[in-house]
């Protein structure tokens, strides 16, 4: 995967899939802040999440990302990982990292 379909990833996942499924979500980082896709998403596009939780979390995430892609006859688009990194913006969101958000777009 180049750097290209790294960062199409990224903007698929920032602006594509949170305007169908969390019109909230959206807007806060795409409208309200104007967040560039790669600032947040470039290393759980890249590693998988694996920077983000334990090895022993990370290995059966993994396992539920690779087992949902082979299921579904995905080779290399693992929508599920697009569904989990949008969960874990709304967790971020949820707990109040509204303001941490607004640090990494240079807002007050």
């Known amino acids: 995967m180049c ?4 960062s199409q990833k990224c903007f698929e996942v920032q602006k594509k899939l949170p305007s169908q499924e969390d019109p909230e ?3 806060l980082l795409v409208e309200t802040y104007s967040i ?3 600032v947040f998403l470039l290393r759980w596009v890249r590693l998988l999440f694996c920077r983000e939780f334990k090895v022993e979390d ?3 995430l ?3 990302l ?6 579904n006859g995905e080779t290399e688009n693992f ?3 697009d569904y989990f990194a949008l969960a874990m913006i709304r967790y971020y969101i949820g707990f109040g990292c509204e303001f941490a958000i607004r640090q990494v777009a240079g807002c007050p």
Do not use: I
Not at 3 to 6: K, T
Not at 66 to 71: P, R, W
């Open 79 to 81: 929508s599920l990982a």
């Open 36 to 38: 560039p896709p790669q």
């Open 62 to 64: 993994w396992s539920n």
């Open 66 to 71: 690779f087992q949902d892609a082979c299921v």
């Open 25 to 27: 979500v959206y807007n």
């Open 58 to 60: 990370t290995v059966e």
């Open 3 to 6: 750097v290209n379909r790294f």
